[in-house]
């Protein structure tokens, strides 16, 4: 999917000046149009290289903020269900321990008295 959006984002974009050959081949990919612009004079090759590691970053934006909704989905679907495990028994965790802990304070006070 990167390699789509990266394609498409490069469509149209490589400068003027640029040679055919390395036209085709900086549309391919990233590494292949740096290695393409390596070929090239300077002020050629930074434009070259310019266009497409915008296109690569903007490639990769969009398919993180796809992903987030399909990352997110599953993580609440888990969640929901859980959120009150351990609640469901009446406490037995929690209320019960603070009576025991409760009954012992009191017993040890009055033993103390």
């Known amino acids: 999917m990167l390699n789509v959006a990266?394609?498409?984002g490069m469509a149209?974009?490589?400068?003027d000046g640029v040679p055919a050959p390395a036209r085709e081949t900086a549309t391919g990919n990233l590494?292949?149009?740096?290695?393409a612009a390596g070929e090239l004079?300077?002020?050629t090759a930074a434009q070259l290289t310019a266009v497409p590691r915008d296109s690569f970053a903007q490639g990769l934006a969009?398919?993180?903020?796809?992903a987030v909704p399909v990352m997110l989905a599953p993580a609440?679907?888990?969640?929901m269900p859980l959120r009150?495990?351990?609640r469901a028994d009446g406490g037995a965790d929690g209320e019960g321990a603070g009576d025991e802990a409760?009954?012992?304070?009191?017993?040890?006070?009055?033993?103390?008295?």
């Not at 149209?12 to 400068?15: A, D, K, N, R, T």
């Not at 969009?62 to 796809?66: E, L, T």
């Not at 009954?103 to 033993?111: D, I, M, Y």
């Open 6 to 8: 990266y394609r498409s």
């Open 12 to 15: 149209g974009s490589v400068p």
């Open 31 to 35: 590494p292949a149009a740096l290695e």
């Open 41 to 43: 004079p300077a002020r």
């Open 62 to 66: 969009r398919i993180a903020m796809g």
């Open 76 to 79: 609440v679907t888990v969640t």
């Open 84 to 86: 009150n495990v351990g």
């Open 102 to 113: 409760g009954e012992v304070a009191s017993t040890a006070g009055r033993a103390a008295s």
